[in-house]
């Protein structure tokens, strides 16, 4: 599956605004995403700081990764890291559509708790350019950032909020653990892979 083509590196300081513009455009249609602002211009008003407040402990830690063009990202979170709850639930209640709230909340409580408690990696996001997927990159992307947790022997865990995405997924070894369905929110399917010797 290695793409040998791609070159894919931890991205600079001055690639964050392109990283979260490449996840932004890659989530328009993400059931949960869209769930939460349904208007186009709450969306793209948004995603980015949810991206920052989701994923954006990747960029510090230098585990968000790029293509070289920054085509494409995947934004992981080492183990011992997590997305700040506090500050996610604070955006959610002043930007999420109002009759979606308690739904949305309460699957991302839900999401909080099917974490694995042993050290593992997480992927909150990853995401190609729209007009630049079905080229690699998205492959490039899992393959690099795997390669470090089979080096480490740690777990990888996930969230698929599109049912369609799960057997690229299941490529790399993750499997499906539970559904996360809350009232009238899209499911999400929280995903675990176990390190390969």
């Given at each position: ?8 590196r ?55 990764y790029v ?17 700040d ?10 930007t ?11 699957t991302?409580?839900?999401?909080e ?37 089979d ?32 009232g ?8 675990l892979?176990?390190p390969?010797?």
């Amino acid at each position: 599956m290695n793409q040998p083509s791609i070159q894919i590196r931890s991205a600079t300081p001055d690639e964050v605004p392109q990283a979260i513009a490449v996840i932004v455009a890659a989530f328009i249609q993400d059931p949960p995403a869209r769930f939460a602002w349904p208007s186009p211009h709450d969306y793209l008003s948004t995603m980015p700081l949810a991206t920052r407040e989701f994923a954006g402990s990747s960029f510090t830690h230098g585990t968000a990764y790029v293509s070289a063009d920054v085509r494409g990202a995947a934004l992981w979170l080492p183990p011992g890291v997590e997305p700040d709850g506090e500050s996610l639930d604070k955006m959610f209640r002043e930007t999420a559509k109002r009759e979606h709230l308690d739904d949305l909340l309460a699957t991302f409580e839900q999401m909080e708790k099917s974490h694995p408690r042993e050290a593992h990696w997480y992927l909150p996001q990853i995401g190609v350019d729209p007009n630049a997927q079905g080229h690699g990159i998205g492959a490039a992307l899992m393959d690099h950032a795997l390669a470090r947790c089979d080096q480490e022997q740690a777990l990888a865990y996930l969230e698929a909020s599109k049912p369609q995405n799960i057997p690229f997924y299941e490529r790399y070894g993750f499997e499906v653990i539970s559904e996360i369905q809350i009232g009238s929110a899209p499911p999400v399917m929280p995903m675990l892979r176990r390190p390969r010797r």
